[in-house]
């Protein structure tokens, strides 16, 4: 995969109980915003578990959009993943999530929601320019 630092909600991070990504990505200001998202609307967002998730039951990924860096919790949620059972989230698992055409706000994070009580997993998340396919 071909990641852009700026680009990415999640490097390696921890997810073992509800949080917020490390990251948070600006769009710009309400007049460039629509240019921002037409940037990134070719990109897809990957979302990738970097290490094995153990004990809990399942793991749901919202991307949230606000019009502060304040997001804290899924009420700002644009779309969600399906809920994914723990069995199903080892090292190397992938999943897409497509953004809505229409983005209102400026900000763009992911509120993971953690089900259970997790004792590891790590995931990595982010737009990609190209996804690395086995062959």
């Known amino acids: 995969m071909i990641m852009d630092k700026q680009n990415i909600f999640s490097e390696d991070q921890a997810v073992t109980v509800s949080a ?80 809505p055409k229409q983005i209102e706000h400026r900000y763009l994070g992911i509120y993971y929601t953690v089900v259970g009580t997790m004792s590891a997993g790590a995931i990595t998340a982010g737009f990609v320019m190209d996804q690395q396919t086995s062959n």
Do not use: H
């Open 20 to 99: 917020i990504s490390t990251n948070l990505i600006d769009l710009g200001s309400e007049s460039s915003l629509v240019q921002g998202i037409n940037e990134i609307g070719s990109a897809p967002l990957v979302i990738q578990c970097t290490t094995t998730f153990a004990g809990g039951t399942s793991l749901k990924v919202d991307i949230c959009n606000k019009a502060a860096a304040t997001i804290t919790d899924a009420t700002e949620s644009i779309i969600a993943s399906a809920v994914i059972a723990t069995a199903s989230l080892k090292e190397g698992y992938q999943f897409r999530i497509g953004l």
